[in-house]
């Protein structure tokens, strides 16, 4: 008589050892993940601001130009790499751009929203006109 065999069958070894070597990987990955969670976030911020940005010189709001329009994205990515953008200001971007991009396009009144937001998370005033932030002050003449 033959003696059943003691242990895992082989197909059995296979799938555990296999399975262990995904779960080591997913865990490294989390890790990883969370460890260069800014960088992340960094990078998925400053992609979101250039599509918004492209969208947005597709169709200009009013009171703003091209140049306007590039100045607060950079300054905005600007501020997030040097890390003087707040997590919440960070937060209420990303849900807003989020709730802008549901019917896929960036209007007008969304466009100007979404630039005064970015205005204000870089700290520049938001109901400070694009002109008046560029131009330079005039000297008084007494």
Known sequence: ?????KGMSKGCLITLIVASVIL????AMSVVCYVKRDAILEWSMA??????????????PEGYTADDVNKICDDFKT???EKK????????????????LKDKKIDKDEAKTFLEELKRA????????PAEQTAPAEPSTE
């Open 1 to 5: 008589m033959s003696e059943p065999k």
């Open 85 to 100: 953008v707040h997590a919440d200001e960070v937060r209420n971007l990303a849900t807003m751009f989020q709730d802008v």
């Open 122 to 129: 870089t700290g520049t005033p938001a109901d400070e006109s």
């Open 79 to 81: 501020a997030l790499k």
């Open 24 to 27: 080591v990987l997913v865990v």
């Open 47 to 60: 992609k979101m601001v250039d599509t918004a940005q492209t969208d947005i010189l597709n169709d200009l």
